[in-house]
């Protein structure tokens, strides 16, 4: 044992003894467990760490007259030891790193080990391969819960089953919270709750993306009203964030109950194929109330939200790695914030008057012979790279992020492959949203348009087809970023007027040579305005009138007529001249579009 002088003299002072008390004091060493203790006037004090003494004594030493042991008594000593301040701040050190490594193994090798046959990773694990290596800081790492019902008080891990902190991905600044399952299953307490909270509004206060890895069993039981609280807190923060700084949701687990409207009112949501599911009441109660005997991943699986069905999701993935991978793709697309200045921008790589004669060819002259709109794409941006969204849901619309001149720029493109390009709910809802996300964070518009209408028929009438096309309009008409539209082959009807015309304040619209803009298809037209008299010669006639640009082009509708190969050139120079766009805006507390 190492003792301070200053130790000493406190020592000297906790005798008993007059003589002792005034004593200087030395230490000499520790013989038998005793610390030995050795005065200027030849008098030793003995202490005894592991008995205890009732009095102080003192006895004669065998080899040395008139040298005194005097003994302390050890809870004497004790008091003394743990009050020492030294001794204070070493104890403090060891249970905060008692603390830490708690936090750090979370749930405990046995559960880590069931997340793992699952084939999950857990919440660090998963952060570890999100940020770049070693720039992930953690926050509140010690905060636990401080619910003493149902004997919750007997169980309290640090962390209270959050990891929240800060990074970097492709060395950008990015907020993570990342749930973890093998602490209380995941379930949101008001800790886990308040942490949470705090990361967003540090994000929001940063101006940085936020990422939320979710791995829930939902509310905690427990906490009663307090978990109902905590969502509402972060619901509330979910839309106060919205438009300011991007909110990616990553599901990687269950997320459940009230707990899945929050990923819901995010940007963007991914999934991980077969070990992650969103529904808000499960197969249990579904049963309960409808007799339906559905798994959990048929009522919401990733084939559910990502595979066509619900349109919930923006994708899924085969496994946790390549999930967060896709993740730090996207995030390399996305501005920090809704200020323009943080838009990212890659080194230029790709020749934007690069000239593309594959697209002379790509497009068939037949109006009715499909093609794949994502060929066109890819020849139009830089390198051919894109990320597409909801890539399984509503196929006949493409929403995808590209580049030109390594600037980000949102895509969307009617996709001749499916339903031949038609507009239905699915493709206005999922056109709509796409487009006011890059609205609200200034990234530039492209729209290829090749449509033949809306489709029509009782499931698209009665399922609300005009509402939902109108959102589509709507969030074109509002888009104040830069707009530019190229008609590959046809624009017909009411789907013309939607698709980023002209009309709806279009910044820069063209069109092929070969393309249609019209009302109708030359068949159905010639047959309403003729009521089938001479068809063969009134569709020739109406084919030279109106199965081009021209008349389009006479009223304005385009500013011009562009050859297939020079596209990229065109709009490449158009996204320059864009940057320095202004809008003025109309005085309004907030628009309605028709949700």
Known sequence: MKISHQLLQKVAASCRTKTASTMMLRPLGTLTGRTIISTRNQHQLVVHPHRQFHNTIATPNDNQEGTQHHIIPSADVHSILTNDPSTVKRNFRTRLAQAKESAEIGGGSTRIDKQHAKGSLTARERISLLFDGGSFREVDALVTHRC?????????????????????????????????????????????????????????????????????????IQEGTDSLAGYADIFQRNVDCSGVIPQLSVIMGPCAGGAVYSPA???????????????????????TVTNETVTKEELGGASVHAGGKSGVAHGSYPNDVDTLRAVRTLIDYLPSNNDASTLPIRPVTDDPN?????????????????????????EIVDHGSMFELQPEHAKNIVTAFARMEGRTVGVV???????????DIGASEKAARFVRFCDAFNIPIITIVDVPGFLPGTDQEHGGIIRNGAKLLFAYAEATVPKITVISRKAYGGAYDVMASKHLNGDANYAWP????????????????????????????????????????????????????DTRRVICDDLRLFRSK????????????PL
């Open 413 to 423: 493109g009617n996709n001749p492959m499916t339903l031949a390009g038609c507009l």
């Open 514 to 565: 070969g393309a249609e803009i019209a009302v109708m298809g030359a068949k159905g037209a010639v047959e309403i305005i003729f009521r089938g008299k001479d068809v063969e010669k009134n569709t020739a006639e109406y084919i030279d009138r109106f199965a081009n640009p021209m008349v389009a082009a006479q009223r304005g509708f385009i500013d011009d007529v562009i050859e297939p190969h």
């Open 582 to 593: 202004k809008v003025p805006t109309i005085e309004r507390k907030h628009s309605n579009i």
């Open 148 to 220: 003493s019902e149902f004997e919750m008080d007997k169980s309290v891990i640090p962390g209270d089953g959050v990891v929240v902190g800060h990074g970097l991905i492709n060395g950008r600044r990015v907020y993570c919270f990342a749930q973890d399952f093998t602490v209380y299953g995941g379930s949101l307490g008001e800790a886990h709750a308040k942490k949470i909270g705090k990361i967003m509004d540090m994000a929001m206060r940063v101006g940085a993306p936020l990422i939320g890895l979710n791995d829930s069993g939902g509310a905690r």
């Open 354 to 378: 690069r000239s593309v004669p594959a697209l002379d060819q790509l497009v068939p002259d037949d109006p009715n012979s499909p093609y794949d709109v994502k060929d066109v794409i890819r």
């Open 265 to 287: 009112m995010t940007d963007f949501i991914f999934m991980v194929e077969n070990t992650s599911y969103m529904f808000v009441t499960g197969p249990d109660v579904v049963k």
